[in-house]
């Protein structure tokens, strides 16, 4: 194994991990910190790549900006452990069922599919994820997709301030 | 040798870099710590701080003392890892920006050409900008882990102000890349050591943006609510004691220094001397005369922070967010197309 593979392991581990405690901590505001780790194990695995700038972008936009709001909501809420509804154990039943279900299918898929056939990531490799290849390809090719994605923000930002000034 | 396809000896060389830019900027901290309480003094007309040592200079060793020496207490309805989460978090987020901030050009020792900067990542600004948004989560996590009703309602406050204020920073920030083209500091400094005016001539008001953004990002007065003492006790770190008080309240020098730190290397030059040839002398010569430059900016900014403390009262909570979303935000805007406006007449 040389250091990259290393890295990619316990990157891998560490947000399957932080993943999981997500899911099962009980209390709200362990959950949303559980989340911002996973976020930082998702850039790491973008520095990987050689995204530096994707890297970075995750950080600030999803673990620096969301999970602040995140965070403000739940602590103006006062979400606690004990006010927090408790299922029934039938539902509980149902839903572990139902989500196991899921994660089979999803796994069956991405193993079925051909065009993973045989395919190697491309470890520290490409400058898709730098700042100048990702700028010219945004601005070039994927010109009227980005405008547009542009728009839907700007009209929910629009919305969302009419729905507060109501 | 190397361990893991590294190089053992830039290893080492990493390792002695960030032990000396860490433990510098406690020290210097440490020493902030007692310039406030003499330039307060000195603006309200008393002699400060004087007991201690010759001119009161031990006065900050014997602060540390009494701090450490506290009564450590963790209040028992409080979430126990979180509660001490928050400080550790608060400092560790304070001290990481030093990693991408060049102290000076480089120097050659022992046959080894070291450059003075911990990483030249070629996102460095964005690195900041990352590291500046984690701050807030020191404050927020430790206000909410005491179960405090002042504390979480002072941490409420910390994150709204400090969203707020880095959106007008980052639009600040957006400006000057544009004039720029690089989001590397070691490049943007040396831009500015080659070329003939400093950053500052070009984003004059880019500058007061990030200085006055800066100055909330840090919680210095007048945005200091979230420490509002009169309103709020005490703020996020009312239950905190003993080293994990010392800890909220260094983190706060420790930022005011980074973002001195920032402020000069992207606005002032950096390691640049004016109207001195750097070539015409040795480079390792050189590379400390820049140190020393960037450190004297850097204390001229701080003692800008404080001068500004200690002269202007506290805004109301409404006042701070209408400056920062009806003043700052739009100034920004405004400041971007400008900025974009020049930059296409001139091409």
């Given at each position: 194994m040389n250091t990259l593979e290393i890295l990619f392991y316990a990157l891998s581990a560490f947000a399957v991990i932080c993943a999981s405690m997500v899911l099962i901590s009980k209390n709200p505001i362990h959950s949303v910190l559980w989340l911002i780790l996973v976020f930082f194990a998702i850039s790491g695995h973008y520095i990987l790549l050689n995204a530096q700038f994707l890297a970075i972008v995750n950080i600030i936009v999803y673990a620096g900006a969301i999970m602040v709001l995140f965070l403000f909501v739940i602590m103006l809420m006062n979400v606690k452990k004990d006010n927090e509804p408790q299922k029934k154990l039938l539902t509980k039943f149902i839903g572990v069922l139902a989500g196991g279900s899921l994660l089979t299918l999803l796994i069956a898929l991405v193993k079925q599919t051909s065009q993973l056939e045989g395919k190697q990531v491309l470890m520290k490799e490409g400058t898709i994820g730098l700042i100048h290849p990702l700028g010219k390809a945004l601005f070039t090719d994927y010109v009227l997709p980005f405008e547009i994605s542009s728009v839907l923000f700007l009209s929910a930002m629009v919305g969302a301030v009419i729905i507060g000034k109501k | 040798m190397t361990i893991l396809s590294l190089d053992l000896g830039f290893i080492i060389e990493k390792l002695i870099m960030i032990a000396i830019v860490v433990f510098a900027s406690l020290g210097i901290a440490l020493y902030t710590t007692f310039g406030e309480r003499k330039v307060a003094a000195i603006l309200q007309d008393r002699p400060g701080p004087s007991r201690a040592g010759p001119f009161?200079?031990?006065?900050?060793?014997?602060?540390?003392?009494?701090?450490?020496?506290?009564?450590?207490?963790?209040?028992?309805?409080?979430?126990?890892?979180?509660?001490?989460?928050?400080?550790?978090?608060?400092?560790?987020?304070?001290?990481?920006?030093?990693?991408?901030?060049?102290?000076?050009?480089?120097?050659?020792?022992?046959?080894?050409?070291?450059?003075?900067?911990?990483?030249?990542?070629?996102?460095?600004?964005?690195?900041?900008?990352?590291?500046?948004?984690?701050?807030?989560?020191?404050?927020?996590?430790?206000?909410?882990?005491?179960?405090?009703?002042?504390?979480?309602?002072?941490?409420?406050?910390?994150?709204?102000?400090?969203?707020?204020?880095?959106?007008?920073?980052?639009?600040?920030?957006?400006?000057?890349?544009?004039?720029?083209?690089?989001?590397?500091?070691?490049?943007?400094?040396?831009?500015?050591?080659?070329?003939?005016?400093?950053?500052?001539?070009?984003?004059?008001?880019?500058?007061l943006i990030f200085f006055i953004t800066a100055m909330a990002e840090c919680n210095r007065t007048p945005f200091d609510l979230p420490e509002a003492e009169n309103e709020l006790n005490f703020g996020y770190h009312q239950e905190y004691s003993s080293m994990k008080l010392g800890f909220y309240l260094f983190a706060e020098y420790i930022n005011m220094i980074m973002s001195s730190a920032i402020m000069a290397s992207m606005y002032f030059g950096g390691y640049d001397l004016p109207f001195f040839n750097e070539a015409s002398v040795a480079p390792n010569i050189a590379a400390l005369i820049g140190v020393g430059t960037l450190l004297i900016k850097i204390v001229l900014f701080i003692f800008l922070f404080m001068w500004i403390r200690w002269t202007i009262p506290r805004f109301r909570y409404d006042q701070l967010m209408g400056l920062g979303w009806k003043t700052m935000i739009p100034l920004a805007l405004f400041n971007m197309l400008l900025t974009g406006a020049v930059i296409l007449a001139k091409l």
């Open positions: - | 009161g200079l031990l006065q900050p060793l014997a602060d540390g003392l009494k701090l450490i020496m506290k009564e450590e207490i963790i209040p028992n309805a409080a979430s126990k890892w979180l509660f001490i989460l928050g400080p550790g978090l608060a400092m560790t987020a304070s001290l990481m920006t030093c990693a991408v901030i060049p102290w000076g050009s480089a120097v050659d020792v022992f046959g080894r050409h070291v450059e003075l900067q911990i990483a030249d990542v070629n996102i460095g600004i964005l690195y900041v900008f990352a590291v500046v948004s984690m701050g807030v989560y020191g404050i927020m996590i430790g206000g909410w882990a005491s179960n405090n009703k002042f504390s979480l309602m002072s941490a409420l406050r910390a994150a709204s102000q400090a969203i707020s204020y880095e959106l007008a920073m980052g639009l600040a920030l957006i400006a000057l890349l544009m004039t720029t083209g690089s989001l590397s500091l070691k490049t943007i400094v040396e831009q500015q050591v080659q070329g003939n005016y400093w950053n500052v001539v070009y984003q004059p008001l880019g500058f």
